[in-house]
């Protein structure tokens, strides 16, 4: 999991790509905007730029952040398509508001990011048994927490993030070498495991159509301009 999914698939759906380490099976990608660049713009806002900071929010507030949801495109978001910059925030009632204290502005970004990420993986009827994540994100403890627990599988680390350069290093030692790739490269070594609190899993599952809800009517472009 990182700004860009990739997603083992059977069958062809979405933007599919050949394996290139398993020709029988096929590769979906999913490209958000607002992965890294909106948790950034959060952090510095909110938490004097500090993910330690932003970090001790997350543990502060609770999960589903007292029904507080945000829905937040700091740049036109690709999946799902919308073309504008624009922060929505909704209180428990789903009335939007100006902004959040800074604790639920962290919480929200996280939260309501991969709310979103669920939600587009689970309408491809893809179900994941494990994520890997492997984007710098995924050296945040906090965070991949989250992941694990919206998601409600293992979430496994690698040591070494970044990795699509690391990918892109591999592919140019395989065309170099060639061969069959994991004779040439091997398999990535992940060294240590997220396990899911299920409690909380059912918490975002109940909360999952309330925000797909909110996602939608921001999609449908009938809401006022926020900051």
Excluded at 91 to 109: H, M, P, T
């Amino acid at each position: 999991i990182s700004s860009a999914s990739a997603i083992g698939a059977k069958e062809p759906i979405g933007c599919i790509f050949g394996n290139p380490v398993d020709a029988n099976t096929l590769m979906r990608l999913i490209c958000f905007k607002n992965g890294s660049l909106t948790r950034d713009h959060i952090k510095e806002k909110f938490a004097k730029g500090s993910w330690d900071t932003f970090n001790s929010y997350l543990s502060a507030t609770p999960v589903g952040n007292n029904g507080q949801i945000g829905v937040y495109f700091l740049e036109p978001e690709i999946a799902p398509f919308f073309p504008r910059r624009q922060l929505y925030r909704f209180d428990k009632s789903d009335n939007l508001v100006q902004q959040f204290d800074d604790a639920s502005e962290a919480r929200a970004v996280i939260e309501g990011h991969f709310l979103s990420v669920y939600h587009q993986v689970v309408i491809s009827g893809i179900h994941p048994v494990s994520l890997f994540a492997t984007g710098g994100a995924s050296q945040n403890n906090s965070i991949t927490q989250i992941i694990a627990d919206i998601f409600g599988v293992d979430v496994f680390l690698t040591s070494q993030p970044n990795s699509a350069a690391i990918g892109a290093a591999l592919r140019a030692v395989h065309g170099v070498k060639g061969g069959k790739y994991n004779d040439v490269v091997g398999h990535p070594e992940f060294t240590s495991r997220v396990n899911p609190n299920l409690e909380n899993h059912k918490v975002y599952n109940s909360i999952l159509a309330r925000y797909v809800e909110l996602e939608n009517k921001v999609l449908a472009g009938t809401l006022p301009s926020q900051a």
